[in-house]
């Protein structure tokens, strides 16, 4: 396998995990958002702080890790989505700082109103973010990100019919995966009422990220038919299915309250939706550019992956050692991962 390969390969599981791990925090915002008052929503919003407070910050290595592996990995992409889809990013960017320094503003804060505001601050970001992100990617699904620096549209790149689905989605599966992770963590706090909650919200957002997912297939017929074609005739059927199987299977068990094994098969739906893509438009990266040609020489490739090889020996069982560590069950609640 090529070293291009290699790289793309590795980048896209380290996208896997921010998805599967810095989506189910922003999702936990969400719920945040929509819990309701200071005295109905505060269980949850406790629940909610306790759950994603250990490993928040962990979550972000994920993103930095994405960045920079693009970075150095194609340069010329990165330049190309960083000039023309710089509004969405410059939004993401200031989500991610805004939604960070509220969360710890908020646990040291004393009076309400200063609660008050910096959890509307924090909830908000953690539901535009993933939006703003998922227009990131709608743009490059449908093929607006010409190559060059600011060669793209300012604006239609990243809105469009195909970007506005996918922010769409992201949001819903924000929401799903961290609904699905919360029902397991209220049931092992001892809290019923908050598991019957998180339950109801973990079906009705499955149901609507699965019919936001045919949403997205549909506009990508006449938005991006060459995705489209092969995410339904082509190589990434199979993950398409794989998706669309575990996602029925997610909800099967949280009717049954199954809450430990559904996080797997949750996890699989949205990676096989992930990876579907991935695979659906590789090796086309941008319109005319092939990985082959954005890629950059072997000796760049080999040495970053010879590094992220190097890293990964300290980094994986640290990230291992710290989920493990708060998902023991302990008298008074864990976390969310």
């Known amino acids: 396998m090529a070293l291009h390969d290699v790289t793309m390969a590795v980048l896209?599981?380290?996208l896997t995990a921010y998805v599967l791990f810095g989506g189910a925090d922003f999702g936990g915002g969400i719920w945040d958002l929509l819990a309701g008052n200071a005295e109905r929503g505060r269980p949850q919003r406790d629940l909610v702080e306790h759950s994603i407070g250990p490993v928040w910050e962990t979550n972000h290595v994920w993103l930095i890790f994405v960045i920079v592996l693009t970075w150095t990995g194609v340069p010329q992409v990165f330049a190309a989505v960083s000039s023309t889809l710089y509004v969405p990013l410059t939004l993401v960017a200031l989500g991610?700082?805004?939604?960070?320094?509220?969360?710890?503003?908020?646990?040291?804060?004393?009076?309400?109103?200063?609660?008050?505001?910096?959890?509307?601050?924090?909830?908000?970001s953690s539901l535009v973010t993933p939006f703003f992100l998922g227009t990131v990617a709608g743009a490059l699904a449908s093929g607006r990100v010409p190559p060059g620096i600011a060669a793209g549209n300012l604006l239609t790149s990243w809105l469009n019919p195909t970007s506005l689905v996918s922010g769409a989605l992201a949001v819903g599966v924000s929401a799903y995966l961290a609904a699905v992770y919360l029902t397991r963590d209220a049931e092992r706090a001892g809290t019923p009422e908050l598991v019957a909650r998180f339950r109801a919200r973990a079906l009705a957002t499955g149901g609507v990220v699965g019919a936001l997912s045919a949403l997205g297939l549909w506009v990508l017929a006449f938005d991006a038919p060459d995705l489209f074609r092969e995410l339904t005739r082509g190589s990434a059927l199979p993950l398409l299915v794989l998706s669309v199987g575990m996602g029925v299977a997610s909800l099967v068990l949280l009717w049954l309250r199954r809450f430990r094994s559904v996080r797997v098969t949750a996890a699989l739906a949205v990676t096989g939706l992930l990876w579907g893509w991935g695979l659906g438009q590789y090796p086309r990266l941008?319109?005319?550019?092939?990985?082959?040609?954005?890629?950059?020489?072997?000796?760049?490739?080999?040495?970053?992956?010879?590094?992220?090889?190097?890293?990964a020996v300290l980094l994986v069982p640290s990230l291992w050692w710290l989920y493990a560590t708060f998902q023991r069950d302990h008298t008074g609640g864990t976390s969310a991962k």
């Open 12 to 14: 896209w599981i380290g």
């Open 286 to 311: 941008l319109p005319g550019v092939d990985v082959d040609d954005a890629a950059a020489t072997d000796a760049v490739l080999g040495a970053s992956l010879a590094a992220l090889a190097v890293g």
């Open 96 to 124: 991610i700082i805004a939604r960070g320094s509220a969360f710890a503003f908020r646990k040291v804060s004393t009076g309400l109103w200063r609660r008050r505001l910096f959890g509307a601050v924090f909830a908000f």
